[in-house]
């Protein structure tokens, strides 16, 4: 009980330096270009800048209906979350994931060997895997009502901007990080490759969410983008696909092969949300706690 104890303590200490250090550019032990921090701003100014020059909806406020909210969710969710705790409770449960193996004899989940490969390899086979994990938990989030419940604080965006990328509940970390840690760390993917998928993954977040007008043409078949996101948003869905459509992060080509892929038209001025969605709650620690009850 001790140990458990002390790694949360650490976590709980080391996350609150590692942010410290983000913040005033104090650390020593990886490069500028690493801090996450500053490029979730400049990533985030970048879109922001782009739906000022060419947007998508040209009616729709520059500021729109809950910019503010969702700004705020970007930090919350990638910072004071961890802040107040999270960091410490998921390292806990990965020690926790380890002794339940020791059990059985087993000292190193790291079965597939992929150290030897080039830079390039293992950024590329750690972006398609840790994306295809994500593209099943994201059907999950909609197929199982109560995980639908946390999933609603997503889809209660009703203007889509970039910032409503990082819109969601809580919950919705807690499920993510329990279904990908295992077969991401049996890979022993290292902290470079994990940055550097998570970037491109955010930056490609951001556009599927961003109000700007550009035309991927034959890449939308690959990547996720603006005209085929904004109908996973869509209020109305179609009867073959009562539970969502588009369900790709940052790839497309999963709904392609999956047959949930689904672009009727063009979408730009579609109604999004979901049935009821009137009812739901329009303020922060509401929709934090909304799922949690029956």
Known sequence: MEKYIEIFVNS????????????LFTYQYKPWYENYFYALIFISLFFLLLEIIIPWRKKQPILRKDFWLDTFYMFFNFFILSLIGFAAISNIFVELFNDFLSLFGIKNVLAIEVAALPNWAKLTFAFILKDFIHWNVHRLLHKHPRLWEFHKV???VKQMGFAAHLRFHWMERVVYNSIQYIPLAMLGFGIEEYFAAHIIALTIGHFNHANVDINIGWLGYIFNNPRMHIWHHAKHLPKEHPTGVNFGLSLSIWDYLFKTAYIPSDGRDIELGFENDEKFPKKFLAQEFHGLKK
């Open 154 to 156: 997503h889809h209660s």
């Open 12 to 23: 709980f200490f080391g996350y609150y330096n590692y942010l410290k250090d983000e913040i």
